[in-house]
């Protein structure tokens, strides 16, 4: 389990810098940028294959919950109304 959260830690820049790319290119609802987030973080981890020689559901794991980490640092203050393009 320690080197799955390892491994989340290093993809949580990754997934983040992504999420916050779309959530600026395309006028998409708030309320599904969580699972823009936990999707691009399953593809991240599941893709990394060549950085870890971890499994590829301990890499999904690892994935998801940088993902749904990614989310939580950037919409826990914010409001969850509108859209994401201003």
Known sequence: MEQVLIFATALLPIVSALVEMIKLTFNLPKNIIPSISFVIGLLIGSIAYPFTDLELVLRL??????????TGLFEMVNKREGTTKA
């Not at 794991?61 to 990614?70: D, F, I, K, P, R």
């Open 61 to 70: 794991w690892a994935g998801g919950l940088a993902g749904l980490s990614a």
